[in-house]
């Protein structure tokens, strides 16, 4: 089964509030992933951002960067992951998102990667590293293939620019709700201003991330956004699994099932 944007779109069907996980892909190994999708959508996940393993991950903090590194020594290859992707598209109906660099993208070919994405059973991009001003052909690529893409918003993005990659988004749009690299906080971001600015630019769903790890984060940032990424702090509990010798999809799902109770109004 091919991506398709419309997966993206079902997620956030009616207004829907959607907890997006991050997962590296090819930890413990490319066989993992199909268990581990099916976990969190269990758990409560709409849509899964899947991090393709590069040995320079932008924005990544430690626990995501160890993680990618652990995976490309384990012999994680974009085939591979591809391999994992369509066969978890057998067994699970939500979203499935490629957090990807650029630099992967163009070492295989604009046009080659998305198709091959797309006949893998993936809905839609996320290029960390990709400036609007040189987007234009890779996003009309991916549009033209009914996939959808974001690029990144970062907190200190002036918003005349920020109106600009909201603009050339599809599917959702990425905001970053802190500054620095991803990782665990003790408090909820505070998204409600630029949220607010961003809904007079565009009708897309938002989506928030970084620094988001509990259940009261989760609530906090879909008040004011439409999903709650959470990355560093999920790779962290498989990673802890991974070394413990225990079932890495079960400690995922367990995580997302905690987390998802954050979606629910008090």
Request: glycine share 10%; proline share 5%; net charge negative.
């Amino acid at each position: 089964m091919s991506g398709s944007a419309e997966r993206i779109e079902r997620a956030f069907a009616g207004g829907a509030k959607v907890l997006a996980p991050f997962l590296v892909a090819g930890r413990p190994d490319a066989a993992a992933l199909p268990g581990a999708l099916a976990a969190v959508e269990r758990a409560g996940a709409g849509i899964v951002e899947i991090g393709f393993p590069f040995s320079d991950p932008i924005a990544d903090g430690p626990v995501i960067a160890a993680a990618m590194h652990e995976a490309l020594q384990g012999g994680a290859t974009l085939a591979g992951v591809l391999d994992a992707v369509k066969a978890a598209r057998e067994r699970v109906s939500l979203g499935l998102v490629a957090m990807v660099s650029v630099s992967i993208v163009s070492r295989v070919g604009e046009q080659a990667f998305v198709e091959r994405a797309k006949a893998a059973g993936i809905d839609g991009f996320i290029f960390p590293d990709l400036p609007v001003e040189e987007s234009g052909e890779l996003l009309s690529i991916v549009e033209d293939a009914g996939l959808a893409a974001s690029l990144l918003i970062a907190p200190t993005t002036p918003p005349e620019r920020a109106e600009r990659i909201a603009l050339a988004c599809t599917g959702f749009v990425y905001l970053i709700a802190r500054t620095g690299i991803t990782g665990e906080r003790a408090e909820a971001p505070d998204i409600a201003g630029r949220v607010q600015r961003l809904r007079k630019a565009t009708d897309l769903p938002i989506a928030c991330g970084f620094g988001i790890s509990r259940a009261e984060h989760v609530r906090a940032v879909v008040e004011h956004a439409d999903a709650a990424i959470v990355g560093s702090a999920l790779v962290k509990r498989v990673e802890t699994a991974i070394r413990n010798g225990e079932n890495p999809a079960e400690a995922a799902g367990a995580f997302v099932g905690e987390l998802a109770h954050g979606l629910v109004s008090r």
